[in-house]
C-alpha cells in the first residue's frame, strides 16, 4: 500500500511538472512571437499616377515611355502601340519596391554588382526622379541586390519582382485582336 502511494505520488509530481513545462513553453513562444515576425524596409514609396515618365535598362536594350494625357508613348517610336496596363504594372511594381534586408552604409557597390547594374529603372514624377539600379544575385539568400542611386543603402529583391524589368518593347506592345487573330501591333 506504501509503495502504491509513492507511485501515486511520483506520477502527480511528474504531471504537475509536465503541466509546468507545457506552460513555461508556451508563454515563451507567444513572448517570443513577436520577435520572429519579418522586418520591412521600404526601398521606393510613390503614387503611382503619379509617374510621367519611365525608363529602363536590361539585357533586352534600352526604352523609354512618356505619358501624354492618359497615352503612354514609346519614346524612340511614337507609332508603336503601347499596352498601358503592362507598362503601369512595371510602374506599380518600381514605385512600391519593399525588403526584408538592408545593408546600411555600403561603401564598395561593386560587392553587390550595383557599380554596373544589370538593370536600371528610371521614373519621374512631377516632383522628383528616381532611379533603382538592379545588380548581382546572391545565391545564398536567392535574391537580387537593389539600391537607389546616388544612396549607400543596399537592399534584396525577389526573382519576381526582378522579372517586372526584365521586360523588353515586344512584350509591352498592346496586343489588338482582329475576328477571332490577335496580332501584335509593330507601329507599320
Known amino acids: 500500500m506504501k509503495r502504491q502511494k509513492i507511485q501515486l505520488l511520483t506520477i502527480l509530481i511528474l504531471l504537475i511538472a509536465m503541466a509546468a513545462a507545457y506552460v513555461g513553453v508556451k508563454y515563451y513562444n507567444n513572448n517570443h512571437e513577436e520577435e520572429d515576425e519579418k522586418v520591412s524596409y521600404t526601398v521606393t514609396h510613390d503614387d503611382a499616377a503619379s509617374v510621367k515618365s519611365l525608363s529602363l535598362a536590361n539585357d533586352n536594350g534600352e526604352l523609354s515611355f512618356t505619358k501624354e494625357g492618359d497615352i503612354w508613348y514609346e519614346n ?109 501591333t509593330d507601329g507599320d
Not at 496596363?85 to 557597390?109: F, H, Q, R
Open 76 to 184: 524612340s517610336d511614337k507609332t508603336v502601340s503601347i499596352d498601358a496596363g503592362a507598362l503601369e504594372d512595371m510602374i506599380e511594381a518600381a514605385v512600391s519596391i519593399t525588403s526584408e534586408d538592408v545593408i546600411e552604409n555600403a561603401a564598395d557597390m561593386s560587392q553587390y554588382g550595383l557599380d554596373e547594374p544589370e538593370i536600371t529603372v528610371t521614373y519621374t514624377t512631377e516632383n522628383a526622379s528616381t532611379t533603382l539600379e538592379i545588380g548581382d544575385y546572391n545565391s545564398s539568400v536567392s535574391k537580387y541586390y537593389v539600391c537607389v542611386k546616388g544612396e549607400n543603402m543596399v537592399y534584396t529583391m525577389t526573382s519576381s519582382a526582378r522579372a517586372s524589368f526584365t521586360k523588353s518593347l515586344d512584350d509591352l506592345k498592346k496586343i489588338e485582336t482582329q475576328g477571332d487573330e490577335s496580332v501584335e
